[in-house]
C-alpha cells in the first residue's frame, strides 16, 4: 500500500484471517503429531478465534453504519461488507469437513498403523 490510506484494509485482514483458517482447516495432518497440532489449533479456531471474528464484525458493521450516514458506498465497499459478513457462517461447513477429516484420521492412525498389518502404512509405529 506503499503509504496510502486503504478503506478496505480492516475489511481485507477479517477475509484473510478466516482464509488462513480455511487453508489449515483443510490440511490434512500426516502424522500424529501434526494431527495432535491441528486439533489444538482447530480449538482455538472454533473458540477463541470465532470470538475475536464475531467482535472484529461487529465493530466493522458499526463502522459501516457510521459510514452510511455520511456517504454513499461504492458497490466494491458494498460486496467486501458483504463477505466479510458472511464469512461468520461461511466458515462453518469447513470447520465442520476439519472435525470429520481429524476423526477418520485419527482412526486410521490407530486402527491402522499401530496395527501389525500395516507395513505399508508411512505412518506405521508413529
Not at 481485507?12 to 480455511?22: H, Q
Not at 464484525?57 to 457510521?66: E, G, H, R, S
Not at 459510514?67 to 458497490?75: I, K, P, R, T
Request: aromatic content about 10%; glycine content about 4%; proline content about 2%.
Amino acid at each position: 500500500m506503499s503509504g496510502k490510506f486503504c478503506p478496505f484494509f480492516f475489511l481485507y485482514s477479517i477475509c484473510k484471517e478466516f482464509e488462513d483458517i480455511i487453508v489449515r482447516a483443510l490440511t490434512v495432518p500426516k502424522s500424529t503429531e501434526e494431527l495432535v497440532e491441528m486439533g489444538r489449533y482447530m480449538l482455538y479456531a472454533n473458540t477463541t478465534f470465532m470470538e475475536k471474528m464475531k467482535g472484529e464484525v461487529a465493530v466493522m458493521i458499526q463502522q459501516l453504519v457510521q459510514l452510511m450516514d455520511m456517504q454513499l458506498l461504492s458497490q466494491e465497499h458494498v460486496d467486501l461488507n458483504t463477505k466479510t459478513v458472511l464469512w461468520l457462517r461461511n466458515i462453518t461447513p469447513v470447520l465442520k469437513q476439519n472435525s470429520l477429516v481429524s476423526l477418520i484420521k485419527h482412526f486410521y492412525i490407530v486402527l491402522c498403523c499401530n496395527a501389525s498389518y500395516c507395513s505399508n502404512c508411512h505412518l506405521a509405529g508413529v
